[in-house]
C-alpha cells in the first residue's frame, strides 16, 4: 500500500477531515490532499517532505519511523545532512589589517545561510508546516453489508468447498478495510462504519488490510479470531482454508 493510501485510510479511521488534521499539524490542506495522492511535489523536495509525512502519520496514530522508512525506500534513501561547517565556513580568509570596503555579497550568503537551517531546524523539530493531502477514497458498495466470490456455475470450474475460506468483520468503531483474494482482486475497499458486520468469501485465501486494527473483531471459518491490533494500527491479514489459520 503506497503512503498517501496508508494516510488516507488512517485518517479516515480516526474519523478525522482534512480540514481537522490540518489544523492539528499545521500543514496547508491542499499539500495534505497531494500527500494522500502521493503528489509530493508541493512539499518543497524530499527533505520537507520527510518532515510532512512523520508529522502527520504521528497525529494520526501510525510509526512515523515505519513511514519515513518506506518514504526513503520509495525516494532514494535518506537525505544527505546539511553540515554546519560548510554553511558558515567563508571563502576566503579576512584579514584584519586590510581596510577594505565591506562585502556585501558574501554577507547577504551567510544570512541566506542562516535562514536555512533555521528552516531546517523548525522542521526537524516538528514545528514546521506538514501537509498530506488525497482525494477522499470512495468505498466499493457492498451489497447488504456482505461481500463474496462465487464459484462458477459450470459443475466442471467450480472449486471444491474445502478450500473456501470465510471471513466476518465486525467494526465496534469506524475502520478502513480493503479485502482482496487469493489472486490480489478486490472485493472490498472503504470505511465500514460503527456496529456494522460484513462478510466476505472466497477460494484458497482472503486477505484484509485494516486501518484501525483496535477497532475491529474478526471471525474467521467460523471460529472467533477476536481484535487484530491496538487501536489506530495499521494491520495486514490473511487466512486461508484451515481454522483461523492467519499470516
Known sequence: MSIGVTLAAARHAAGMTVAQLSGRTRIRETVIYAIERDDFSLCGGDFYARGHVRNIAKTLGLDPDAIVHQFDEEHGGVPLPVRAAAVFQAESTIKLRDRRSPNWSTAMAIALAIVAVFGVTRVMSGSGETTATGADLKPTPVPNGTASTRPSSNPKAAKPAGDLVTLQVKANKPSWLEVSDSKGKQMFRGTMPAGHTSTWKAHK??????????????EVNGKHVGVPGKAGELVRRSFGPEAAGSR
Do not use: M, P, S
Not at 486477505?207 to 474478526?218: E, F, H, Q, Y
Open 205 to 218: 485465501e482472503v486477505r484484509v488490510t485494516i486501518g484501525n486494527a483496535g477497532g475491529v473483531d474478526l
